[in-house]
């Protein structure tokens, strides 16, 4: 006994010998995730994962990450500014002491990145 079974088709379908597949596309690219995006998706598929998978079914994870990317750029330029601002690193440090200014750029920046990874990242 064949049965067949009809219901609201929302959704195009194409019939391929017996069976309906959707006609189912990516969403457009939003752009690129960086760095930043990487690393709250990974998060977010460990740690989060009912809201990876909603925002992953719905369509909005790359826009979602490409968001979060551009945020903690903006956020870590700033937070790199006005800490160097703080701390009175200057371009006069750079010419009088290079070295010193590569240490302090370097402890600034490796202190801003993990103010992004508690504000933005892993949250």
């Given amino acids: 006994m064949k049965q067949e079974?009809?219901?609201?088709l929302t959704i195009s379908y194409t019939k391929i010998g017996d069976y309906y597949f959707p006609n189912i596309a990516l969403p457009p690219d939003a752009g690129d995730i960086g760095i930043?995006?990487?690393r709250r998706k990974e998060f977010l598929r460990k740690?989060?994962?009912i809201l990876f998978n909603e925002l992953l079914l719905t369509g909005e994870l790359s826009k979602y990450l490409v968001q979060v990317n551009?945020?903690?750029i903006e956020r870590l330029e700033s937070l790199i500014e006005s800490m160097k601002t703080a701390q009175g690193i200057t371009e006069d440090l750079k010419a009088r002491d290079?070295?010193?200014?590569?240490?302090?750029?370097n402890n600034i920046r490796a202190?801003?990145?993990?103010?992004?990874?508690?504000?933005l990242v892993y949250v």
């Fill in 47 to 49: 740690h989060r994962p």
């Fill in 5 to 8: 079974h009809e219901s609201d």
């Fill in 70 to 72: 551009q945020e903690a």
């Fill in 111 to 119: 202190c801003a990145e993990e103010i992004i990874y508690a504000e």
């Fill in 36 to 38: 930043w995006g990487r």
């Fill in 98 to 105: 290079p070295m010193a200014w590569v240490g302090a750029m």
